[in-house]
């Protein structure tokens, strides 16, 4: 009788990736079960009986980001893809403990949940990464709503490295007119010349400085009814 039987049903510490249960067991294979994210693996039972079974679903990068189930690769002979190095940057930045201390900028943007499994990031990436043989960067500001910067298929694009500095140096707010019109502005210094309107008076209207200039005044994201997103009016400007 294989000396491995014994272990079925049993839960096992893994090394790095939390506590799993064993399902079924026989003198080669050990089917286990994660019991913090239910992931399911057939594996070798000396593995098993070590411990040493990885969880591709356990949140082992930065607390959040994790490799997934599926057939997107981290890279090859030891050497990090373009799309995970550029997923693991996106995580680092939102989320390492360090990150907001030498980034502040990034103290507030966040990851959408999708994208945590690095399977789901890197097939929107392989989709949507221009084919010129062009350098491109991950840009998340461009396409954000309010002033909330996220992370997500929705928000992100592919920019050039100089659209992307003139993009991240944009001011960005949400402004209702006299009129009762609400422009999500990307740059509100061309929106200012387009409604002639004072730049360094309205940046007192988005700092909270001043109340209104010309009737305008600046809202929160939170200020907004379904009705004022459902006619929300983009203004991104001449890039």
């Known amino acids: 009788m294989s000396k491995f039987l014994s272990l079925k049903g049993k839960t096992i510490k893994s090394k790095s990736y939390g506590c799993f249960k064993v399902v079924d067991i026989n003198s080669?294979?050990?089917?286990?079960?994660f019991i913090k994210t239910g992931f399911k693996l057939?594996?070798?039972?000396?593995?098993?009986?070590?411990?040493?079974?990885?969880?591709?679903?356990?949140p082992s990068i930065h607390g959040v980001g994790y490799i997934g189930d599926g057939n997107y690769k981290t890279g090859s002979f030891g050497v990090a893809n373009k799309a995970y190095c550029t997923w693991i940057d996106m995580i680092k930045r939102c989320y390492a403990s360090y990150s907001s201390i030498r980034t502040p900028s990034y103290k507030n943007v966040s990851v959408c949940s999708s994208w945590h499994n690095f399977q789901n990031f890197a097939a929107w990436y392989y989709k949507n990464?221009?084919?010129?043989?062009g350098y491109y960067e991950l840009d998340k500001d461009k396409n954000a709503v309010g002033g909330v910067k996220i992370y997500s298929p929705?928000?992100?694009?592919?920019?050039?490295p100089s659209e992307n500095v003139e993009v991240s140096q944009a001011k960005r707010c949400l402004l209702k007119s006299p009129e009762g019109d609400v422009f999500d502005v990307f740059n509100l210094s061309s929106f200012c010349r387009f409604k002639s309107l004072h730049q360094g008076h309205m940046n007192a209207v988005t700092k909270g400085k001043h109340k209104h200039h010309k009737g305008w005044v600046s809202?929160?994201?939170?200020?907004?009814?379904?009705?004022?997103?459902?006619?929300?009016?983009?203004?991104?400007?001449?890039?």
């Open 129 to 133: 990464y221009p084919s010129d043989g």
């Open 28 to 33: 080669k294979y050990a089917d286990v079960v």
């Open 42 to 58: 057939r594996t070798t039972s000396s593995a098993a009986s070590r411990g040493s079974v990885k969880d591709k679903l356990y």
């Open 219 to 239: 809202l929160n994201i939170e200020d907004l009814t379904d009705e004022m997103l459902d006619n929300l009016i983009t203004y991104k400007g001449a890039w």
């Open 154 to 160: 929705y928000t992100c694009e592919f920019l050039t």
